[in-house]
């Protein structure tokens, strides 16, 4: 088996309408990965303000998919990542970076597996289809992270 453990938290955190805010998780409880990387980050910045078109704060875009995705070695593979959004927005994926610029302010997006996957091309749509699609070749078996960012454009 996998032996995989996965789980949810939910947190309610209030904040004046129009705050700017960057929320950001650590850890290293991981598999181990065959870069050997241990730590990772999960960062996401929030923009409380009310938007001109909807009259409401923006709703964030999400990704569904399973945790671990399971896939031969030494053959091209294809991941494709279902992203929404609630308000229609174009929706983008990007590689997750170590040093990304959020409203004047560096952040650290995930730590030791900023793209840990070799190789990998990143393809995201620049249309309302919201399509981020990744292609990749593993040679070596084991477990890999793949650290992307979601982003909406209003």
């Not at 995989?4 to 650590?26: C, E, F, G, P």
Request: glycine letters at 4%; a negative charge; proline letters at 3%.
């Amino acid at each position: 088996g996998l032996d995989v453990t996965t789980a949810r938290s939910v947190q309610t955190l209030s904040y004046a309408l129009s705050a700017q805010l960057v929320l950001a998780y650590q850890n290293s409880t991981w598999k181990t990965l065959v870069s050997g990387a241990t730590t990772w980050n999960v960062a996401t910045y929030i923009n409380l303000a009310v938007r001109n078109d909807t009259g409401v704060i923006n709703s964030s875009p999400t990704a569904n998919m399973t945790p671990i995705v399971v896939v031969p070695v030494n053959t091209q593979q294809t991941l494709r990542i279902p992203m929404t959004d609630g308000d229609y927005d174009v929706v983008k994926c990007r590689w997750a970076s170590s040093t990304s610029a959020v409203a004047s302010t560096t952040i650290d997006e995930c730590k030791g597996v900023c793209q840990d996957l070799p190789g990998a091309k990143l393809h995201s749509s620049s249309n309302t289809d919201n399509n981020c699609t990744i292609v990749f070749n593993t040679s070596v078996v084991g477990y890999y992270c793949i650290a992307i960012q979601i982003e909406d454009f209003m």
